[in-house]
């Protein structure tokens, strides 16, 4: 008898231990957690929300300003190294890289994605390009390793490498794509959501937009070299013109939000601290001077300065507008002449008009048409590509052109007409005129990027237009403009010695540091 019970316990306890493993491991899973994470949404992530800010680039290129030289106002009008001002440009990167690099593990060793792969490396390569511009030498080889390869301290990499590879993957990851591969509907730019003016459904349409974006990113990198290096900056360029860049609006890389549940953050603050921010004088009578159709939707006057949210329908007429002095602050303003004084809840002076292009519903523009074709009439103007003046003339106008065509993308905005295209273009100011192309081109990219402050101030630093005078409030820029942004004060203390690394082959982690391509 005993020996049947014991060869009982040895046939079931087995079974009982293999029934007990089942019930632990379903008590212990939670049926709600996410298992897997489809890359293409990642991408989606990756796609908005990364822009610029406008109390850090938009200020130092003196298209906004904020005049209070008091608390969490303070900055670049007063050329100060405010860590809340530098620091959200550093973590608006921050998530959308995490998403790109997850996804791209998800993707390691497939053979059905490879399209959705490197639209993902051309995306990156943007996001990169904007940091290292912003900021110089960041975290790039090591970066987003903390889950992967649990690297949470990265090193800095040198500025110029990263372009170098930069260069390398645009080029690599526009000729792998393939118009008979994948389909990525969730691509926020030309995927089945996409706004309908950019949308396919189809991998070979989707293919040939993000063929043409890669290209345009090429060129905008080419173009950086400018200063440093002229005869690699031609040769890229040459490169990506032939190649093919974006030829119309159709071929824009931007995304629309809705305004309430996905909406620009920062756009937010202009209107609910809007008492802080007004539109800085050298933009103001930039679009004044030549009566720019665009300033009507760009500029507002309200009767509340603190209170702009209340007043729907403000005054737009581009000659009642008045931008604020360069590094004048609010108290020398409320004082009165020579400056406009104070009204109601604010200053009297114009702001952002947060009702179109800083409404939370407008859309980000991150690599346009417009844009694209300004760059290359800068190129024809300096010989990289083929025409001339001619041709430098072509795309000059067709940027125009093109920027004032996509403000009807905008809420709250009617399109701009032909007439007032053409009367703008005619103007003595504004018609091409082959001395001062160099200086026109890159005032209209100065115009053209009022919502990419990365681009506005990276172009600027490039360009050396438009020709802005320095702010002199205090001598902590020697006379000259802000060239970088600093390090969040983050780095210092919890990567202290990349950091220390990274500050010493800037020069110094100062504003006044420069970029690799951004040559005295």
């Not at 860049?245 to 609910?272: E, H, P, Q, W």
Request: net charge negative; aromatic share 12%; with cysteine.
């Amino acid at each position: 008898m005993i020996k049947e019970i014991k060869r009982l316990l040895l046939v079931c306890t087995p079974l009982l231990l293999a029934a007990c493993d089942k019930d632990f491991e379903e008590i212990n899973t939670n049926p709600y957690a996410i298992t897997s994470v489809d890359p293409g949404l990642l991408l989606a992530g990756a796609q908005r929300s990364h822009i610029g800010n406008w109390t850090a680039e938009h200020t130092i290129v003196q298209q906004f300003v904020s005049p209070y030289n008091t608390g969490a106002t303070v900055g670049f009008n007063f050329n100060e190294d405010i860590d809340d001002v530098s620091n959200p440009k550093w973590d608006s990167y921050t998530g959308p890289l995490k998403n790109i690099i997850q996804a791209m593990n998800l993707l390691e060793g497939t053979t059905t994605q490879l399209n959705l792969l490197n639209i993902l490396r051309i995306w990156k390569a943007q996001i990169f390009m904007g940091l290292v511009d912003a900021y110089g030498d960041v975290p790039y080889f090591e970066a987003g390793k903390a889950v992967s390869d649990v690297t949470f301290f990265p090193k800095y990499d040198d500025d110029a490498a990263i372009y170098l590879d930069l260069y390398k993957e645009l080029k690599e990851a526009t000729a792998a794509l393939n118009a008979s591969g994948d389909y990525v509907p969730s691509d926020l730019f030309y995927g089945s959501k996409a706004q309908s003016s950019t949308r396919t459904a189809n991998a070979a349409d989707q293919v040939a937009k993000w063929k043409k974006l890669g290209n345009s990113l090429l060129l905008r990198l080419g173009m950086r070299y400018s200063k440093v290096d002229a005869a690699k900056a031609q040769s890229i360029v040459s490169e990506a013109f032939t190649a093919g860049v974006m030829a119309s609006n159709a071929d824009n890389a931007y995304v629309k939000y809705d305004g309430t549940l996905f909406l620009i953050g920062d756009n937010n603050v202009l209107r609910n601290f809007s008492q802080f921010n007004y539109a800085a004088e050298p933009f103001v009578n930039q679009l004044k001077s030549t009566n720019d159709p665009r300033g009507k939707f760009i500029l507002a006057n309200f009767n509340d300065p603190g209170n702009v949210a209340a007043q729907a329908n403000p005054d737009t007429v581009l000659a009642n507008q008045f931008g604020v002095p360069i590094g004048v602050n609010d108290s020398k303003i409320a004082a009165g002449a020579p400056y406009r004084g104070t009204r109601a809840g604010g200053l009297n002076y114009s702001q952002i008009n947060v009702w179109t292009i800083a409404s939370p519903a407008a859309p980000d523009f991150w690599v346009t048409y417009a844009q694209t074709s300004l760059l290359l009439a800068e190129a024809a103007k300096r010989g990289w590509i083929p025409g001339g003046d001619a041709t430098a003339k072509t795309f000059y106008e067709n940027g125009i052109r093109a920027n004032m065509e996509s403000f009807a993308l905008y809420p709250g905005t009617t399109p701009i007409t032909s007439g007032e295209v053409a009367t703008y273009l005619a103007s003595p100011e504004i018609a091409y005129n082959s001395a001062e192309a160099l200086k026109q081109i890159n005032t209209q990219y100065w115009i053209v990027n009022i919502r990419n402050g990365t681009e506005a101030f990276a172009n600027f630093r490039r360009s050396g237009y438009p020709e802005l005078a320095p702010n002199l409030f205090n001598d902590k820029l020697n006379g000259g403009f802000a060239r970088r942004l600093s390090y969040p004060n983050v780095e210092a203390s919890s990567n202290t010695a990349n950091y220390n690394d990274a500050a010493t082959a800037m020069g110094g982690d100062k504003i006044t540091s420069r970029v690799f391509w951004d040559t005295p």
